[in-house]
């Protein structure tokens, strides 16, 4: 069963503009990830943050973590057309050799130019 | 350097009959993993092998098996495909050891329909 729930399942918007996309989870973790999928490719990480990590960031990207309320937001700033794909947060329980990564449904972000 | 590849990338098979999906990685990874991707459900771990020479388990390995021939290479058996195995099958390994975290690097995606 998956961990994560993302929410919107669609979000659509105007380039420029901002995209929030949030991710719920049920268990404790050892960090959370977020990773896109354009149409017909494989996914492609983008960032990690740890579970004693509140905010991070990366380029246009920024992630925060609430542990309090397993959940987490991944905010695009000033999207962009190339935006357009599927995001999928991934959690993984602990560290160790057998750790695995439990993968949400995906949101479909569509930006229009 | 390719990354994680992928053969075949697509492939038709008949109810009943065997295939293999091969994987194989050039970035030196410990791990790898074995996902089948279908609408609405996400990611789903079939298999994986958290190193050269051992496999476990997913959530969904019923009708598969898995063979980690070399630290590069992690193939997927379908003895007998049904078409509830219809799906996007992707390959993923990571480079796992001590603490460091699962970030994980896909393949292209193996789309297989079973009529």
């Known amino acids: 069963s998956q961990q994560g729930e993302e929410d919107p399942q669609a979000l659509s918007i105007q380039e420029g503009e901002n995209a929030t996309m949030n991710c719920s989870y049920k268990?404790?973790?050892?960090?959370l990830q977020w990773y896109r999928q354009n149409s017909g490719r494989g996914l492609v990480h983008l960032i990690l943050i740890r579970s004693n990590e509140r905010e991070k960031h990366s380029g246009r990207l920024r992630v925060t973590l609430d542990t309090s309320k397993k959940s987490s937001s991944l905010l695009i700033t000033a999207s962009r057309a190339a935006d357009t794909a599927s995001y999928f947060c991934?959690?993984?329980?602990?560290?160790?050799?057998?750790?695995?990564?439990?993968f949400g449904k995906g949101i479909t972000l569509s930006v229009r130019p | 350097n390719a990354g994680v590849t992928q053969t075949p990338k697509f492939q038709v098979l008949k109810t009943g009959q065997s295939m293999t999906l091969q994987c194989a990685q050039d970035?030196?990874?410990?791990?790898m993993y074995w996902y089948r991707q279908d609408p609405g459900m996400g990611l789903r771990l079939i298999y994986y092998?958290?190193?050269?020479?051992?496999?476990d388990k997913g959530e969904v390995p019923n009708g598969y098996n898995v063979s980690r021939l070399n630290k590069r290479e992690f193939s997927l058996r379908l003895e007998s495909a049904a078409p509830s195995q219809t799906s996007v099958y992707f390959c993923?390994?990571?480079?796992?050891?001590?603490?460091?975290?699962?970030?994980?690097?896909f393949g292209p995606g193996t789309r297989l329909t079973v009529l």
């Open positions: 991934a959690t993984e329980g602990y560290t160790g050799a057998n750790s695995k990564l439990t």
């Open positions: 993923a390994s990571s480079s796992r050891g001590g603490l460091q975290h699962n970030e994980q690097f």
């Open positions: 092998s958290a190193s050269e020479g051992t496999t």
């Open positions: 970035m030196n990874h410990n791990s």
């Open positions: 268990t404790s973790i050892n960090n």
